[in-house]
């Protein structure tokens, strides 16, 4: 499995016809990942957090898109949480992407998608 440190990034999100970039905070660390996007009312980008096959919106100021991925970095499944909720965990999952809600669609990620991480 792949393990990333904290840092910062780019998603690349795999396309049919053209690839999309989009910044990236990775949350490798237990404390990073525990933080998340909680306590922030916006995200530039997306949240890596890995390993991860959960999460929860408790303490959330905004609804967000979450994408599981599997060790492949294959989505398995995209979800969008309001603020309070607890996400149920998604088997085969290794790790999660966050973003602001919509921001998903837009990008085309979605089950099936491939993605990558670059590392800065």
Do not use: N, Q
Not at 35 to 61: C, E
Not at 72 to 80: D, F, G, M, Y
Not at 92 to 110: D, K, N, P, T, Y
Request: glycine share 10%.
């Amino acid at each position: 499995m792949r393990r990333w440190r904290d840092g910062w990034g780019s998603l690349v999100v795999c396309g049919e016809e053209v690839d999309v970039t989009v910044p990236l905070e990775i949350a490798g660390s237990y404390r990073a990942r525990t933080k998340g996007l909680l306590g922030r009312s916006s995200v530039d980008g997306a949240i890596l957090l890995s390993p991860a096959g959960s999460v929860h919106t408790f303490r959330m100021r905004m609804p967000i898109d979450v994408a599981y991925l599997d060790r492949h970095l294959e989505v398995i499944a995209v979800r969008t949480m309001k603020p309070g909720r607890l996400g149920l965990p998604r088997l085969r999952s290794r790790h999660v992407l966050e973003a602001e809600a919509g921001a998903m669609a837009r990008w085309g990620v979605r089950a099936g998608a491939r993605v990558d991480v670059v590392v800065e």
